[in-house]
T-cell receptor, first 115, second 111 residues
Framework: DVKVTQSSRYLVKRTGEKVFLECVQDMDHENMFWYRQDPGLGLRLIYF???????EKGDIPEGYSVSREKKERFSLILESASTNQTSMYLCASSLGPPDPPSEQYFGPGTRLTVT | DAKTTQPNSMESNEEEPVHLPCNHS???????IHWYRQLPSQGPEYVIHGLTSNVNNRMASLAIAEDRKSSTLILHRATLRDAAVYYCILEDGGSQGNLIFGKGTKLSVKP
């Protein structure tokens, strides 16, 4: 079974702190994704990566950056955390070329609270 | 991106079939139809996907209308563990694989 793990289930940080959210997948997937999920807004894509050292902006990249130095690891970075970044963060991975589309496997999520 | 419309919520009885509808009237010829579900306190989970033909797997069936403007996810015998939010998503076959989640249908299953 594919496993996508995230470094923390719950995290509390202060405004202005630099925050790292780590995601690791164990199935040699090419694509990795970071989403945030907020009540009433559903899941929104922040960034994704389809290869090592490659990244693409999603729908809401402002205030975030990402790093993918190794194929299995995709990190989301909040350079200076703000209260409006309090959210559930979900990482996902998928096998590769989207034709035919490959299913995304999600991690359990990290609930981040910024105070 | 083509959008989908789903009911906000549905109820079902345990061990009965459930039909979850999705409208996607602006679907294009290259859009795949995906279904995911999210159980409470978990990340979303892939259920099924299709392009034109009906699809079956161990979790569910996907019935796609002939004009592809709507589809129905069928759970053949609902269990309490099927209570979740179900998302119907269109994905452009030429895209990088990123999915756009809507608000989904919250399915409640009564014993």
């Amino acid at each position: 079974d594919v496993k996508v793990t995230q470094s923390s289930r719950y995290l509390v940080k202060r405004t202005g702190e630099k925050v790292f959210l780590e995601c690791v997948q164990d199935m040699d997937h090419e694509n990795m994704f970071w989403y945030r999920q907020d009540p009433g807004l559903g899941l929104r894509l922040i960034y994704f990566s389809y290869d090592v050292k490659m990244k693409e902006k999603g729908d809401i990249p402002e205030g975030y950056s990402v790093s993918r130095e190794k194929k299995e690891r995709f990190s989301l970075i909040l350079e200076s955390a703000s209260t409006n970044q309090t959210s559930m963060y979900l990482c996902a991975s998928s096998l590769g070329p989207p034709d035919p589309p490959s299913e995304q496997y999600f991690g359990p999520g990290t609930r981040l609270t910024v105070t | 991106d083509a959008k989908t419309t789903q009911p906000n919520s549905m109820e079902s009885n345990e061990e009965e079939p459930v039909h979850l509808p999705c409208n996607h009237s602006t679907i294009s010829g290259t859009d795949y139809i995906h279904w995911y579900r999210q159980l409470p306190s978990q990340g979303p989970e892939y259920v099924i996907h299709g392009l034109t033909s009906n699809v079956n797997n161990r979790m569910a069936s996907l019935a796609i209308a002939e004009d592809r403007k709507s589809s129905t996810l069928i759970l053949h015998r609902a269990t309490l563990r099927d209570a979740a939010v179900y998302y119907c998503i269109l994905e452009d076959g030429g895209s990088q694989g990123n999915l756009i989640f809507g608000k989904g249908t919250k399915l409640s299953v009564k014993p």
